[in-house]
């Protein structure tokens, strides 16, 4: 009886020590899936400052990765006119749209309708608002500057 409670025991070791396996815990989850970047360029201005904006958003399928939350994130950069170039880094609540980046000093807060994201910012040198377009092979071409209309009439008209 004791030879027979020491294989049962043996047996039941021997299983319990070949359940646990290095590949048990996969570092790449299963079911494949697809990992997509939208890139957003568009401009910024306050009453002290402007410049030009672009951001990249990375969103996975839901093969990819199990989404417990709507949230993607965003990574980018602002190019102060005659002055740096600042790194943002963000994220996006798919579920109502809400956008958020900050670096160097600055917070951009706003909001995705469609293929746009605009809002406001505060920085180091004051507030102001931003508007950016989805671009695809830099199809969206940003300019920073003045305007002066030729025929000298009000508003640029």
Do not use: W
């Amino acid at each position: 009886m004791n030879m027979l409670k020491s294989i049962i025991a043996f047996s039941i070791g021997v299983l319990l020590l070949s359940g646990c396996k290095k590949d048990d815990n996969p570092t790449t989850p299963p079911g494949g899936g697809t990992t997509t970047y939208t890139t957003y360029a568009g401009t910024f201005a306050g009453s002290s400052e402007s410049g030009s904006m672009s951001v990249t958003r990375t969103t996975h399928s839901p093969e990819a990765l199990p989404k417990t939350a709507s949230i993607d994130s965003i990574t980018g950069s602002l190019k102060i006119s005659g002055g740096a170039t600042i790194i943002l880094q963000g994220t996006l609540n798919t579920a109502d749209g809400s956008f958020t980046v900050s670096g160097g000093g600055y917070t951009f807060t706003g909001t995705l309708s469609g293929t746009s994201i605009s809002g406001s910012y505060t920085g180091p040198n004051g507030s102001g608002s931003f508007t950016m377009k989805a671009s695809s092979n830099n199809s969206v071409k940003v300019f920073v500057g003045g305007y002066t209309s030729q025929a000298g009439r009000a508003n640029g008209r």
